[in-house]
């Protein structure tokens, strides 16, 4: 069985994003970018099943500009097979929305016929949280978002989801499509040799129009501010004061 | 406009983050609701009596006892061609439901929106919430979820709208339920709580965390909260966590002990109204949003702070 991989690089998680002065959006430039948290967790889950001899190759796949190219080697590095760059334009405004994205996966998905989707459930920049569920619905296939647990078992999969009011298990018809939570696992560095060989493997270039999918953006983004900052407040002494602050507000 | 809004239930009860979602709703035009579920129709007499709802799709059928989305997806678009948008609480079943109507209906998804600014304006918070976006849509339906903490309840009495039974596709035998492990509290849920006591790494283990928070939050009638480095380490279990990538809360009340102020953490409660934080390093992050920071060791603050209150 083939598993799919989309990885989406973005700003490192531990990078505060600043909003730029025209309100355009948020200042990219010169900040360190790293592949989508939950993409590596992805990444790992599809390494696991391959190793416990449940998948056969894995494809990762990443829709964005030239350095786009980064993500996938570092994905190439960790584990993955090979990978296909789907590029699109450098400029301001011109970051592909999760609706084209699925519609782009959702080709790809069609010519590679993986067994599993396995994605991140939401990117750390745009914070949409709807593209797996999205290629989901475009493919006509299930989906199992927010997974803590994955059990591939035959033609079905399991999957266990972070849900509000704790753990819910599902079992879904595959191909299926599943979207990694924070606990699904803790994903393996690359090691320098195997950086050095992910150069070799094979990349495959391509565009939206390769697929037939129009990128244009169905949202207009007006406007991007920082939101109201909060001011530090006071600090008390002791826990007699404290208690003191508890009871002033009503609530003990 | 017509709006449809999906309603949030465990088949009995209706859940709060429905109301924030009408509110929502309301100021984009006619309000509908969306029961679909099975043995629910106690929902949907509850759904009924919320003000400004003008009627009550009733979907009762096996297929939609727990809300697959394979299955409710499809009931959500065949109700689309008469609205003109769908509104769901972004809670896992809202978040799970949405993009998937969204793409059968050749949709952009606004994603948590925290208010509406025109007919297909939003904001909504990206990065964490370190920045905030005004959208407009230019799609024919709108598709939105709702975050439940920046929108006022509407009122869950004092409406009087018809029920209407619906049916869809059913069971599209895509997917299939099997359990559900939930945790039975007492305590309040966390997204509605007036007051919250969460805590960090720092609380060590599972024991330790039961023996300091939870006292100290019953002491309070709070809900408990945490950090996702003390999920993660198995302290308490994840629908516990607060933050980016997890539940998003604004009590009145928002205390937290032995959690660094990550901006990950941050983004999930800077917008309570009232931090206390208590954490040893008077440099953590934490006291850069807190209104009433102590400086010290937990393992002495927090037994004196429960035995004192
Ligand atoms: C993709 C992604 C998503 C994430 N999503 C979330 C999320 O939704 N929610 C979330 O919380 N995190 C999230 N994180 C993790 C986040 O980055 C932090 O790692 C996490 O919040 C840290 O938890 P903490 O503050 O409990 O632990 P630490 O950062 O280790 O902080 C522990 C704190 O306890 C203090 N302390 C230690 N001992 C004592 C003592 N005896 N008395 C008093 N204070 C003490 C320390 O000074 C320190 O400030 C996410 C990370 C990533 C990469
Ligand atoms: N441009 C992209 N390239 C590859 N994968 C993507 C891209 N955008 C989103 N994804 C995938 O979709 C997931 C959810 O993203 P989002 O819906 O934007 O929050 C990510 O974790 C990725 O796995």
Redesign the pocket.
């Known amino acids: 069985m083939k598993v799919l991989v989309p990885v989406k690089r973005v700003i490192d998680?531990n990078v505060r994003p600043r909003v730029k002065a025209d309100g355009s959006g948020v200042d990219l430039a010169n900040v360190k970018m790293s592949m989508n948290?939950?993409d590596e967790i992805a990444v790992e889950e599809a390494i696991r099943l391959k190793e416990k001899g449940v998948a056969s190759e894995i494809v990762a796949v990443s829709i964005g500009p030239a350095k786009a190219q980064e993500t996938l080697r570092t994905a190439l590095a960790m584990g993955a097979d090979r990978a296909i760059h789907v590029q699109t334009p450098e400029d301001v405004g011109s970051e592909v929305e999760p609706l084209a994205v699925a519609k782009i996966l959702k080709a790809i998905a069609d010519e590679e016929q993986p067994g599993i989707v396995l994605m991140g459930k939401q990117a750390?920049d745009d914070d949409s949280n709807q593209t797996g569920q999205m290629l989901a619905a475009l493919w006509g296939r299930p989906q199992g978002t927010f997974a803590s647990k994955v059990e591939v078992a035959g033609d079905s999969v399991q999957v266990t989801r972070e849900v509000d009011g704790g753990l819910e298990t599902v079992s879904l018809k595959l191909p299926a499509v599943v979207t990694t939570d924070?606990r699904l696992n803790e994903p393996r560095y690359a090691s320098l040799p195997n950086i050095m060989k992910a150069k070799s493997k094979p990349l495959a270039a391509k565009t939206p129009a390769d697929y037939g999918v129009d990128t244009a953006p169905r949202l207009k983004v007006t406007r991007v501010v920082e939101p109201p900052v909060r001011q530090a407040g006071i600090k008390v002494g002791s826990v007699d004061e404290l208690v003191a602050k508890l009871k002033a507000l009503g609530v003990a | 406009m017509k709006t449809l809004v999906l309603v949030e239930h465990d088949n009995v009860h209706l859940k709060d983050a429905t109301l924030a979602t009408v509110t929502a709703a309301a100021k984009l035009g006619e309000v509908h609701l969306l029961v679909a579920g099975k043995g629910c129709r106690a929902v949907a007499d509850a759904a009924a009596k919320i003000a400004g709802v003008g009627k009550v799709y009733l979907a009762d059928d096996a297929a939609y006892e727990h809300q697959m989305a394979e299955n409710v997806a499809p009931l959500v678009v065949g109700l689309m061609d008469s609205h003109d948008a769908f509104l769901a609480p972004a809670t896992t079943t809202g978040k799970n439901v949405a993009p998937r109507v969204a793409a059968l209906l050749d949709v952009m998804q606004v994603s948590d929106i925290v208010s509406v600014e025109g007919e297909r304006t939003f904001t909504r918070p990206i990065y964490a919430g370190n920045a905030i976006a005004t959208v407009e849509s230019t799609d024919a339906k709108l598709v939105i979820t709702v975050r439940g903490t920046t929108f006022d309840k509407a009122a869950s009495e004092g409406g009087s709208a018809s029920i209407e039974d619906v049916s869809g596709p059913g069971d599209s035998g895509l997917s299939s339920f099997v359990s559900l492990a939930a945790e039975e509290s007492e305590r309040p849920e966390l997204t509605s709580a007036k007051v919250i006591v969460s805590?960090?790494?720092?609380l060590k283990d599972a024991a330790t965390f039961e023996q300091l928070i939870v006292p100290l939050a019953d002491k309070l009638g709070a809900a408990v909260g945490?950090?996702?480095?003390?999920v993660d380490a198995g302290y308490v279990p994840n629908d516990y966590?607060?933050?980016?990538?997890?539940k998003i809360v604004a009590p009145q009340v928002y205390i937290a002990?032995?959690?660094?102020?990550?901006?990950?953490?941050l983004?999930?409660m800077k917008d309570s109204k009232v931090i206390v934080a208590?954490?040893?390093?008077e440099d953590?992050p934490?006291f850069q949003v807190a209104d009433i920071g102590l400086v010290?060791?937990?393992?002495q603050?927090v037994p004196e702070l429960t035995s004192k209150l």
């Open positions: 998680y948290p939950f750390i924070l | 805590g960090g790494r720092a945490a950090s996702r480095a003390a966590q607060v933050g980016q990538t997890g002990i032995g959690i660094s102020g990550a901006i990950q953490h983004a999930g208590i954490n040893k390093d953590a934490i010290g060791d937990l393992f603050i």
